[in-house]
């Protein structure tokens, strides 16, 4: 069938994207979906920093690729062999699907699928090849998702199903922010009653993260950021304290669990720096290739201090997606305050500017 999707075609445009377009409109045509896959139509997606890692290349993956990893979406069709979701479904999209047979994923999340991994890697579905074309020619998968299009195939593996009551937006933004920045906290910070936790880097994921701490019971939340914009956001959450990374060294901030969300070395060593004595430090950001952090060896060893490191929250989706629904069902976790804008299509380029300036938490593109 006949699509609309936004297509990356150049990586390490210049900036502004706005004026170096390196993002495309065009028409695809989408193959059917396999007996393992389903066709939905997107209703919302998330302009996510992994997006813009891939724009800019710091993520080098294989182009032309159809963007977006964050979404939500009606099931249209479902192959023979799909059992999770039916026609109808609303369903949030996950960036790692998940093939249950790997010893990764017998992990429950600790490590990311290896099939899954390696099918991301090359622009691939989990069941191997891509649906996508233009012109004849082959257009890569982004992580499994393709979000930026009005219709996506996916692997069922890559979906979970929600309830109606949770809208496009809200769903879209479960899948990558919540669940890698929900994750961290749940599946690996793990906060006690009691004890501080700290987030550093209040982008999406950042964000989501503070809010998580927020709602476990008993759990005081510092956020760090170097905007004020944002740090005035974490304390409208219900942030005890805020600071600005400079602020944490020399006030020498501590907490017992610390979340790394910037991305980015000196955001991980002033993570690793605030994490009091016998605490633990979770880096869950994503920065380039190259980048080399300097920490304290005999620190670690003197204060007892733990590094984790966590992809994708290590979540299982099909486990923590419905638990944060619910959170936010209950209003426990108000998923609605990530978002900065809603968006179309058309303006993805400028989106991408947005998100590499700092000044958007989380764009959603609806349809
Ligand atoms: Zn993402
Ligand atoms: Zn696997």
Known sequence: MKIRGAVLETIGAARPYAASKPITISELELADPGPSELLLRVEAAGVCHSDLSVVDG?????????????????????????????????????????????????????MPCSKGSA?????????????????????????????????????????????????PDIAAVLGCAVLTGGGAVINAGRPKPGQTMAVVGLGGVGMAALMTGLAQEGVTVIGVDAMSAKLELARKLGAAETY????????????????????????????????????????????APDARSSISPLQLVAQAKTIIGSYLGSAVPSRDIPLFAQWWREGKLPVEELISAHIGMNSINEAMDALADRTAVRQIIVF
């Open 244 to 287: 600005t990374p400079q602020e944490v060294l020399e006030r020498r901030v501590r907490a017992d669990v610390v979340i790394e969300a910037a991305g980015n070395a000196r955001a991980f060593e002033t993570a690793v720096e605030m994490t009091a004595p016998g605490g633990r430090v979770v880096t869950v950001g994503l920065p």
């Open 58 to 110: 710091n993520r080098v993956r294989p182009v032309p690729m159809l963007l977006g990893h964050e979404a939500a979406g009606r099931v249209e069709k479902v192959g023979a062999a799909v059992g999770n979701v039916k026609v109808g479904d609303r369903v949030v999209l996950a960036f790692l699907p998940r093939c249950g047979e790997c010893a990764a994923c017998a992990t429950n999340g600790v």
């Open 119 to 167: 099918s991301n890697e090359v622009g691939e579905l989990l069941g191997g090849g891509r649906r996508l074309e233009r012109d004849g020619k082959p257009i890569q998968h982004h992580l499994g998702v393709s979000g930026f299009a009005t219709h996506a195939v996916v692997d069922h593996r890559s979906v979970t199903r929600v309830d109606d009551d949770v809208p």
